[in-house]
Structures are given as C-alpha cells and as structure tokens.
T-cell receptor, first 116, second 110 residues
Framework: SAVISQKPSRDICQRGTSLTIQCQVDSQVTMMFWYRQQPGQSLTLIAT?????????ESGFVIDKFPISRPNLTFSTLTVSNMSPEDSSIYLCSVVTRQVRNTEAFFGQGTRLTVV | QKEVEQDPGPLSVPEGAIVSLNCTYS??????FMWYRQYSRKGPELLMYTYSSGNKEDGRFTAQVDKSSKYISLFIRDSQPSDSATYLCAMSLDLNKFYFGSGTKLNVKP
C-alpha cells in the first residue's frame, strides 16, 4: 500500500491569489495524479505528473492555471493560480501502485479549497 | 453522455439491510472496475477491485461486473452505521486513467 500525505488539508483564499498543494508519498511511484472533486460531482482528473517530464493535462485544464511540479518519485505539487470562486473544490492527489496480483489507486485526504 | 453514470442518492437504509449500489458505463473497453468509499472530509479509499467480468467477495462486500450490460454493482450485506459514506465507482482501460461516478451517498440508520 501507499500512504499519501497531502497539505494543506484546507484553506480559504482570496480571489486572484495562488495556492500550492503538496503531496508526499511514502514510497517511490512513477505516476502521480491530481484530481478535482467539486460538490456533488465525480472526481475529475486534472493532470498526470510524471517524474522528469512535464505533466500531461486533461481537456479543460491548462498548465498556466494549474502548474504542477514533480521533482522526484515521492513528491508533487499542484498550484491553483489566479483563483476565482469557481475554483472552490476539493483537490486530491493519487498514486497507482502495481503489484503482481493487484493494482490499487490510493488517494490523499484532499485539500478543501474555498475561494472568497 | 458521461463515461460513468451513478445514482447520487442519498440512499437511506436500516441497520442490517442489504444495500445495492450500481453504476453504468458507456465505454466497452473498460477492463478494470473499482469501488471506493469516501467518508466525510476524507479521501477515497479502495474497497473492491475487479478485473473484467464476474463477481468478487470480500467479507460483507460483493462486487459484480456485467460487461455485456455495461453495469457494475456493489452489495453490502448486514449493513452497519459505520458503512454510512459516499461510495464511488471507478473504471479504467489500462489503469493509467480512471473514470469516476459521481458517488452515491449511503446512510445506514441504527
């Protein structure tokens, strides 16, 4: 299994500012994922962060708005830039571990962001 | 059309009831099917994982996949108040990208 520490757990931010969310994993993983979970909605993949290369963004998400860093195999950050109230959501990082008999996706506790 | 459809509920049942949670999907290429449980203010945690069609049982939980109907189910037997949470289905073609349902909120009343 993988243990993911994500911080901050919550924040209230002013419109127009930026927030960087950190994700630390207790083991080395190739791929880390960032999701957004809006109230009453499913998890939406923002981007896939690979160590040593640029993140791959899903349709509707761009690097200027959600820059991602992946400096090593256990850590990643997601920045929500120039925030607006529409960015209020829960942001989750996730990793996938592949074992011989099983593959699991693990999630951090999430960062609950409120933009005012 | 969404890739994955899930009834948002809420679903309220008495303790001890059998709970049935369901998702439908549109992409017949999905091979991996998962159920996650998410407690309030927590991240999702994996409950069940199934590859391709068939049933899988783990304690009080049974996951079923019917690929011909593009329909998956999670059954909870002898439901407990501690089962009260939001249940998310998820599926994937290759475990590189996951598609999630919107989640069903379950409340088990003592």
């Amino acid at each position: 299994s993988a243990v993911i520490s994500q911080k901050p757990s919550r924040d209230i931010c002013q419109r127009g500012t930026s927030l960087t969310i950190q994700c630390q994993v207790d083991s080395q993983v190739t791929m880390m994922f960032w999701y957004r979970q809006q109230p009453g909605q499913s998890l939406t993949l923002i981007a896939t962060a690979n160590q040593g290369s640029e993140a791959t963004y899903e349709s509707g998400f761009v690097i200027d708005k959600f820059p991602i860093s992946r400096p090593n195999l256990t850590f990643s950050t997601l920045t929500v830039s120039n925030m607006s109230p529409e960015d209020s959501s829960i942001y989750l990082c996730s990793v996938v571990t592949r074992q011989v008999r099983n593959t699991e996706a693990f999630f951090g506790q999430g960062t609950r962001l409120t933009v005012v | 059309q969404k890739e994955v459809e899930q009834d948002p509920g809420p679903l309220s049942v008495p303790e001890g009831a059998i709970v049935s949670l369901n998702c439908t999907y549109s992409n017949s290429a999905f091979q991996y099917f998962m159920w996650y449980r998410q407690y309030s203010r927590k991240g999702p945690e994996l409950l069940m994982y199934t590859y391709s069609s068939g049933n899988k049982e783990d304690g009080r939980f049974t996951a079923q996949v019917d690929k011909s109907s593009k329909y998956i189910s999670l059954f909870i037997r002898d439901s407990q108040p501690s089962d009260s949470a939001t249940y998310l289905c998820a599926m994937s073609l290759d475990l590189n990208k996951f598609y999630f349902g919107s989640g069903t909120k379950l409340n088990v009343k003592p």
